[in-house]
């Protein structure tokens, strides 16, 4: 079993940053792919930026030149910082990853909730 332990989030005013950090834990566990996706009201969950297998993450375009992923050196452990954020950012955020070993499975953390308004 892991568990994604999700922080950051909250009220920011247009143009304004923020930074979501979310650590996996728990059984000893192979990570393949980790992420954030993002789900606003009475739209589909949609990728955000993740690294997936690779070292080079991969965005949607939407936020491209806005937000930048990273991960700690450990590499459970993955941060978005989001920077010039608009009104259309305020979702929902959620960490996601996907684990190879023991089993194959996609884990979700509990969402955080991001609100651009000024």
């Known amino acids: 079993q892991v568990q994604l332990v999700e922080s950051g989030g909250g009220l920011v005013q247009p143009g304004g940053s923020l930074r979501l950090s979310c650590r996996a834990s728990g059984t000893i566990f192979t990570l393949y792919a980790m992420g954030w996706y993002r789900q606003a009201p009475g739209k589909e969950r949609e990728l955000v930026a993740a690294f997936t297998g690779g070292d080079n993450p991969e965005y949607t375009d939407s936020v491209k030149g806005r937000f930048t992923i990273s991960r700690g050196s450990a590499k459970n452990t993955v941060y978005l910082q989001m920077s010039s954020l608009k009104p259309e950012d305020t979702a929902v955020y959620y960490c996601?990853?996907?684990?190879?070993?023991?089993?194959?499975?996609?884990?979700w953390g509990q969402g955080t909730q991001v609100t651009v308004s000024s």
């Open positions: 996601n990853a996907f684990v190879v070993a023991p089993t194959k499975y996609t884990y």
